[in-house]
Structures are given as C-alpha cells and as structure tokens.
C-alpha cells in the first residue's frame, strides 16, 4: 500500500514502490529527529521544557501559522462553527477505491467545521524541514489527505480545504477541493497506484523521485549506484546550451545525493560491525562546550573583566525574550498567533541585526 508521504515519488518513478520492497527504513538522521519533536512539540505544547529553545519556537511559529489558517477558513462570525479537532489519531486514514485500501497517511492536523450549512474539514500538514515542498495545488500528499479523510464516513465531510504550514517563510493559501473535485482527484490516486503495481514499471531517477526513496543507492535500483550515461557522453561545458546545462545541474544533484545516501548506508554498516568497509572506522565527534547559566559564569569571571566587557560577551537568547514579550501582549492587548509574532518583530527591529545568506542554486519550480 502507498504512504501518502510518498505519492509524489510514486507518481514520477513508478518502478520505485517495486524496488523499495524488501528495504529497512533508514536510520533517523539529526535533522529528521528535530523534525519529529517539532510534530511532537505541535501536538503536546506542555512537552516544551524537555526540547532545545530553537525547536520549541520553531512550533511556536508554525502553530501560530495554524491558528491563523484556522481563523482564515473559519472565522468567529455567523455561518461558520468549528466543531472537532483531530490532532492524535492512532488508526490511519485510508484512500479506498473499487473494494480496496491503496492509500495510506496520517494527517498532522484536522479542524472539522460548518460553512454556511456544509460540513467540511481543513487539513493541515507541518512541514518542519529545510527543503521545498510542493505548492498545496501541486501537492500529491495533500491530495491524498483530502480525499481520505473526504471518505471516512464517520467524519461525513462534504468538501475539504487542504494546506501546508512550513517551517519558514509563509503559509500558502488553502486549496479547496469541492463536492465535485473530490472524486476526480481519487480517479487520480487511484491512477498512479495501479502504476506503481506494475512490476515492471521503469525506475527513472530524479531529484523529487529519489530524495526519500529506500532502494536509493542499493542493488534494488542499479540507476543509483551507476553514473549515468549522460554526464560521461556530455559535450563540454562551454559548448552546452542553457536547456543542456539545466539537464547537468538536474543530473549532478541526483548524483550528489545518490553518493550521500550511499555514505549514509556505509556508516550504518560500520557502526554496527567495525570491519564492515575495509579501510575506514568511526571516530568519535568533536566535544563542544556551552555555559547555560550566566549568573554563576559572572560569579567566576568578574574579577577578570569590567561589567561593559562582560555585557560584549552576551548573545540574548530570543526564545525567552520573544515569549515574555507574547505574554505581556496577550495578557494586556489580547494580541496572539500571527499579529503577535509581528508585533515582536517590530518592537525588536531597532535593535535586530538582519544578516544575508549566501545566494544558493535552487531549481525552478
């Protein structure tokens, strides 16, 4: 059966749900367990204290996010009602068509409600990692999980309106899918399943096909492990047109992660049996130092250096300082979500230091 997380690999490598049959997941890398506490920080806000300041405010910021999507779909006038919110279902939700479960997922966020006389439900999907993800319109996931959760009948929602909250940047806007919307897109599902069945199906490597796909870099898809064809067979830079030196950065991205993802799997070996790879071993990390409390750190050093020096050497902690600023604005000016963040935002401007990234490479959508 399909995840609903990997339609958008299915639908462009349809030989890919063939050839991760078989394949363990991969172990959970650093950025793939900050991106679980975030989840976990969204659905149990009174776990803060136990996470790092920098994931309990990246949920601040997206549960915020939320509730002004929230408020957006369902705002506090006549005609509309939020009824349930369903945020920590055990039981997936399934995609069913012809008799058969061919979808599976589990929706991060479900506001069920009434517009003008219609029950419907919005679906949101927190996006807590770094890279781009597909617009909600384009958003095969997303599609997924409004059609399931359009046909749970115990919910009994006739239309659905689906949308992402990322991790940066901001939210999209909601895609609605009508009453007459909704069965076409699981005649769409239901398309790229059959696909996807087909043992034979092509294996065609690509940047979105690839990046979280478990037979990447094994014997199950011998593309990954071999370079392709056309960067050896390639006439030489200079000589390439703007569509040919688009086809190169395309080729070298794939092939850049399909090296990752090999690294990855070789340190796992090694990890678990020291002779594994002949001629490499694990050496551990570097060991870095913090001082969390100043008071006790000021107690040492005071006698080194002037209170002035001592102020230079301090970084304000954000977290602490933005969330007593909340308070003091929900407490006295009832100001929340969105408007607060934005009020932080301009209270600190005089004394925030804005600093520019490096320019990056970044395909076209």
């Given at each position: 059966m399909i995840r609903a997380s990997n339609i958008h690999r299915d639908r462009n490598c349809s030989g890919a749900a063939a050839a991760c049959e078989g394949v363990p997941e991969p172990v959970a890398q650093v950025w793939t367990g900050e991106g679980t506490i975030v989840h976990d920080l969204l659905k149990h806000p009174e776990k803060a204290s136990e996470a790092e300041d920098h994931l309990v405010e990246i949920a601040d910021q997206m549960q915020g996010c939320a509730d002004w999507i929230v408020d957006k779909i369902f705002p506090e006038?006549?005609?509309?009602e939020r009824l349930e919110l369903i945020r920590d279902r055990e039981e997936p939700f399934f995609v069913e068509y012809e008799g058969r479960k061919i979808i599976s997922g589990h929706p991060d966020f479900i506001q069920i409600g009434v517009i003008l006389g219609k029950r419907v439900a919005l679906i949101l999907d927190f996006k807590s990692g770094y890279l781009e993800v597909p617009a909600p319109e384009m958003n095969d996931q997303l599609r997924a999980?409004?059609?399931?959760?359009?046909?749970?009948?115990?919910?009994?929602?006739e239309e659905v309106y689906v949308s992402i909250v990322p991790r940066f940047g901001k939210s999209p806007v909601p895609v609605h899918y009508t009453a007459?919307?909704?069965?076409?897109?699981?005649?769409?599902?239901?398309?790229?399943d059959a696909a996807s069945r087909d043992k034979k199906a092509v294996r065609t490597p690509s940047v979105g096909a690839c990046?979280?796909?478990?037979?990447?870099?094994?014997?199950?898809?011998?593309?990954?492990?071999?370079?392709?064809?056309?960067?050896?067979?390639?006439?030489?830079?200079?000589?390439?047109?703007?569509?040919?030196?688009?086809?190169?950065?395309?080729?070298?991205?794939?092939?850049?992660?399909?090296?990752?993802?090999?690294?990855?799997?070789?340190?796992?070996?090694?990890?678990?049996?020291?002779?594994?790879?002949?001629?490499?071993?694990?050496?551990?990390?570097?060991?870095?130092?913090?001082?969390?409390n100043v008071d006790a750190c000021y107690q040492i050093v005071s006698d080194f250096m002037t209170m002035e020096e001592w102020q230079s050497c301090l970084k304000i902690a954000q977290k602490p300082l933005k969330d007593a600023i909340k308070d003091f604005l929900g407490a006295t000016e009832n100001i929340k979500g969105k408007a607060a963040a934005q009020r932080i935002k301009e209270i600190l401007a005089p004394v925030t230091v804005l600093k520019q990234g490096e320019d990056r490479l970044e395909k076209k959508s």
């Open positions: 006038q006549e005609g509309y999980y409004a059609v399931m959760v359009w046909q749970d009948e115990s919910l009994a929602v007459d919307e909704l069965p076409l897109a699981l005649l769409d599902l239901a398309d790229v990046r979280y796909c478990r037979a990447r870099a094994t014997s199950k898809c011998p593309e990954t492990l071999n370079i392709d064809p056309r960067l050896i067979t390639m006439n030489s830079l200079i000589d390439l047109s703007p569509e040919k030196k688009g086809e190169l950065l395309d080729l070298a991205e794939i092939a850049t992660g399909n090296i990752k993802k090999l690294k990855e799997r070789l340190k796992e070996e090694i990890a678990s049996d020291p002779n594994a790879v002949e001629g490499w071993h694990m050496v551990p990390g570097d060991v870095r130092g913090s001082i969390p």
